[in-house]
Nanobody, 126 residues
């Protein structure tokens, strides 16, 4: 299984970015995907997760109302649209995949997620 993130970059506060996660290696699209982030000097934290058929979605409190997760199973892509970005959103963003959707696993540093990407850096300037 391989996950590759893209779409990170430098943006001013209040701006938007859309991250993409390309997933390959699963036999089907029956897998959940989560976005996690790690800011400098801080523990990794869950941002948002989505089940295979989009019927289950979880957002962290900091992401609610500003970020939107979605997926295109035909293209094996998962997106994280981030609006109204704040300097405190600055972090390396990782996508991770697992066979099961779990709120407890999303709302954590992500231990137990099956596969991880290498991350994409998001920097929000004030």
């Amino acid at each position: 299984v391989q996950l590759v993130e893209s779409g990170g970059g430098l943006v001013q506060a209040g701006g938007s970015l859309k991250l993409s996660c390309a997933v390959s290696g699963f036999d089907s699209d029956d897998y959940a995907v989560g976005w996690f982030r790690q800011a400098p000097g801080k523990e990794r934290e869950g941002v948002s997760c989505i089940a295979n058929n989009e019927d289950l979605i979880w957002y962290s409190d900091s992401a609610k109302g500003r970020f939107t997760i979605s997926r295109d199973n035909a293209k094996n892509l998962v997106y994280l649209q981030m609006n109204s970005l704040k300097p405190e959103d600055t972090a390396v963003y990782y996508c991770a995949a697992d066979f099961f959707f779990s709120v407890s696993r999303c709302n954590s540093p992500g231990q137990g997620m099956e596969s991880w990407g290498h991350g994409t850096l998001v920097t929000v300037s004030s």
